[in-house]
């Protein structure tokens, strides 16, 4: 039983969970507290990863993991409090979100990139490669389920999991970072061919040798940064970019459409408010 409830969440999400229980350990130890799971004691708990500059997202994380451990060993929760909520209210409030992280990238950008691929590149790499911008934008994937991830190769996103039906895109995750369930996601046509998933993926795919239960794209992930960073250097864009821009410049353009948070935490495969530290503001 013990194993199942292990198995419940990915690897990489349990490591970061145990991280957070631990500085939640120090933490008591360092201000004698004995009750960690008490209300108070999460409350200033999470008011201290709140002065260490943690935002909203991370700090929803960091309760995620403390719920998680209590429901795996039985711990009786009282923590979720209506005072903690105001706390937390009280932090999405004044968080001023930070400029050194990841910089998001922007529909122009997208579209410089996947003009930029083919002439770089051979024509068949070149293909996979914009079809590869396109689907980690418009499709918020992550990066272990684009391409090759040593820590998390069940997520990669295979061919055959892969359908193209008129106008739209349906890709199943056979599992995903909070969860070893298989989920569906439905991403549509854009009017601009330049960048349109379907178009670019359905090209890509016709060309493409796959077999029995390929990944869609065989490439790894530093492979991935080699060839963004040429594409870049290509463009004359100096700003940086990493591959989990395309994730964070999709939840962007998404939430300026009108996308409700609800669709968004489920595109995107969010188990908390965690999408907000995505979603750049205007």
Known sequence: MDRLVSESIAPTTARLYRRVVDKLNTFCAAHQLKDKFSPRTVELFVASLNREGLGPGAIQSSLSALRHY??????????????LGLVLRGIKRTHT??????????????????????????????????????????????????????????????????????????IKFRSYKHSQAPVRVTVLAQD???????????????????G???????????????ALNKCLMFCGISRKFTRHSFRRGGATFYSAGGMSDACLRAMGRWKSN????????K
């Open 192 to 210: 601009d061919k330049t960048v349109c998933p379907v178009s670019l993926l359905n090209c890509y795919m016709d060309k493409a040798d796959f």
């Open 212 to 226: 029995l239960s390929d990944a869609l794209f065989p490439i790894t992930t530093s492979e991935f940064c080699s």
């Open 70 to 83: 209590c429901k795996s060993r039985g711990i009786a929760m009282d923590f979720d409090t209506p005072k």
């Open 274 to 281: 965690a999408y907000l530290v995505y979603v750049k503001p």
């Open 97 to 170: 979100p930070s400029q050194s992280c990841t910089s998001a990238v922007s529909i122009s950008v997208l579209r410089k990139l996947c003009k930029a691929a083919p002439l770089c590149f051979d024509r068949q790499f070149g293909f996979m490669l914009r079809a590869l911008f396109s689907l980690s934008f418009f499709g918020l994937l992550r990066p272990s389920e684009a391409c090759k991830s040593p820590s998390s190769p069940c997520h990669q996103v295979l061919s055959n999991q892969t359908k193209i039906k008129g106008n739209r895109l349906r």
